[in-house]
């Protein structure tokens, strides 16, 4: 525990008005909003300007941003109290994915449950850093070796589960999470080079273990123009949007590669090669100013956290995230392999978006919560 | 506290790690970049011109450019083109021979280019192949021209037909000029003139989208269409001269003796040139080529025969113009004839004999003895040089490729062609058009038609006239030659008798008198076997493939001469009873026009 009192009587003036009473954040939501604005904008290019995809993105927003608010009345300590129940069910429910899963697009990640059909590994990547923090939490930090071998396995089992599904994004991203919260335990240097070591040497098994269109996804990264019309045809045809976008871009509709249908995926995984032909290298920058912005305010209402869980899981769903953005905009540029990870807040689809915005409502609840100190 | 601001330092590094990854591609590669979007976005698409039309001397078509589905795949943008196929079949009814044929173009074809698995849709096939083309990926249904020959095959073996451009013809052809064409003239007319029926390409630049549909077009550059061609050939006497030969084999050539336009030019059999337009099967190749009856074989300027006594008459002329004969000369003919001091007896048709003969009958009723007399007085090398001049042994330089020039036997050439010399007996033969001469049916009409213009000899041709691209219509060159000074009475005095052939009461070829005009003729009949000195020839008994040829050859009207025809018949018979009837029909359906519904 942290050692802070909770028992301070004096307080300083809160903060009043509509915001406080909601429990929101003024610069996050402010962030936000403009991202899923820039989101919009981009849509409907990416979408050929059609109003239908629009409207389908504006229900989606609305209901992850009102899953936003939600969360963030919810007090920390319930989410806290609700953490290893939550992990649970979410391990049950990638079991049951298992036996009575939905097939799409070749892989086995939903679960039918009569009126909507459920991702549990959508569910899981909140549940896992909060089951993490709450383990680590109730220690002293850092970490004993035993207790960090413990978070690991529960990490890896709902990695593996949702990687057998197969879902190698979901997958990465959750995994990412564990290791999140593990670093900003203090886990030690030397661990932490042990891990990275491990992990390339652990390189070729993992090959064995994968899945031939991932194999072929990898080979692709290291040589694009090795089958230009089938593997390839994605990363290089996003790289030729990206590059021809120049230092101002084609102009907003004007992108050739996207809208003369060159590009695919553009506006859900490769959303990032539209903005990028079609607002050059200023936007792309404008673009990536806006997301820092959000990932500082993230850790400083980490660092803000008044306990070690509402610090830990702050800082990994902020780190999370992160992730989300440099896995993506990797990819579309070529410097990663292809993997389905979505531009967060921008590309259109609604699983991930209500997941990211739910991570930013329990940012808003730590944040808002706190008992405010003597200062 | 103190992880988080690791943390935060290591998000700055990596996000300006992506900001340098976007530098480097947005403006260190930009120019490359763009380039690529450019060649993209940007196609320069070749417009084939249409082919120019053929027409006949009355304006009917002859070959044009019809509309038609074609089901094309493009080996390049098909991933797996056997299931792509065995998928389509299960849509559109493909058989063997359409995989064949595809099979066989795929060899032949230029990188990218699409080829044919079914040509000729229905509408309904073009319906269903729409509703199911997503599934497959490299595979359109084209609609095209496609030359079609509407006569078939009575103008195959003269218009020839366009197939689809192969490996060797890609080496000659101007590639940029063809770019977008698909087919070239194989034979015939159709390769004759493949330069003025072409045209010349046009070009667009267009904007395509990722599938390769046209968005809009930048830049066009009209297509030049081929230039359309007036025939000589006059269908009315093509189709009569088909008709005429019933089911022989044979050619016929007539040729109008005023401007050596071909008037009409038929081998028989014929064959269905459509068929070759988009790949003939290999099995209905196989059974023409196979056939018997040579239907491919173009004998009206291929095919190489003796002329048998259709050269009595230049003989004759040769006779009076070295003076080695006058017209009223008589010879003695008791049936045979013998060198002086041989045994071998050259026989005469008839049997018995003509008794005394000059050389007036001696054409009217086909001597053989008076020619073998004559040959031996001018010897081999007087009758192959007065020969010469009427274009025996010589291709006639028709607008036609694949012409043979026949055979018109020399001492030079037995030495150099034999390596042997040259036998007197053989001068009688050759006499007589037998031994080693051959000549074509075109080359034939030819010599006829330089003996109805009493000397001036006019290189046959095809086409009349040209349809230039300003509208106008420029005729092609007449090109004429004047036999060395020939006596007026020598042409007289033979085409008065060529005339008797006809005319008179003992003419070989008396059974097509015409009361509407006058003919100069002269029968003939060509051995295909030869018989041996003690056994006779008996039509009944011999097979029909040893039959003798029939041939004819005739100019009319005799005083002002307008058409000169020459007709064999394969394994006809005699050249008086099968192939001058076929003559006269051609003759009547020329001359007589006017009578003609």
Redesign the interface.
Known sequence: MTGISFTQESQPARPTGLLAWLHLDLPLLTGLMLLSGVGLLILYSAGDQEWALIQRQLVRLGIAFGVMIILAQLHITHLRRWSPWLYIAGVLMLVAVIFFGQTGKGAQRWLDLGFFRFQPSEMMKLALPMMIAWYLAEKRLPPKRRRLLAAAIMTLIPVLLIAKQPDLGTALLVASAGICILFLAGIGWQLISLFAVSMAALGPVIWFFMHDYQKRRVLTFINPENDPLGAGYHIIQSKIAIGSGGLTGKGWLNGTQSHLEFLPERHTDFVFAVISEEFGLIGVAALLALYFFIILRGLYIATQAQDTFSRLLGGALTLVFFVYLFVNIGMVSGVLPVVGVPLPLISYGGTSLVTILAGFGILMSIHTHRKLLPT | ????IV??II??L??LL??T???Y???L??E???T??LD??VKLQPRPPTRGLIYDSHGTILAQNLPAYSLDITPE?T?DIATTIQALSEIIPINEDDRKRFKRLRQQRRRFDSIPIRVRLSDEEVARFAVNQHRFPGVVVQAKLLRDYPLQEQTAHVLGYVGRINKQELQKIDASNYSGTTHIGKNGVERTYENQLHGSVGLQQV?????GRV?RVLENQPPQPGENLHLFLDMDLQAAAMEALKDYNGAVAAIDTRTGGVLALVSKPGYDPNLFVEGISSRAYKTLRDSLDKPLFNRAIRGQYPPGSTVKPFIGLAGLEKGVVSFNQQTYCPGFYQLPGHEHKYRDWKKTGHGQMAMEDAIIQSCDVYYYELARTLGIDRLHDFLTTFGFGSRSGIDLTGERSGLLPSREWKRKARREPWYPGETLITGIGQGYFLTTPLQLASATATLANRGQRIRPRMVESIDLPDGTREATRMESTQLPQVDPEHWEQVIQAMQLVIEGLRGTARRIRSDHYSIAGKTGTAQVFTVKQDEEYDEATVEKRKRDHALFIAFAPVEEPRIAVAVIVENGGHGGSVAAPIARKVLDRYLLKEARP
């Open positions: 506290m103190g992880r988080i943390a935060a998000v700055t990596t996000l992506l900001l990854r976007m530098l591609l947005q403006v590669n930009h490359h970049f763009t690529l979007s993209n976005r943008k991933p904007e395509v989208n990722a599938k968005l």
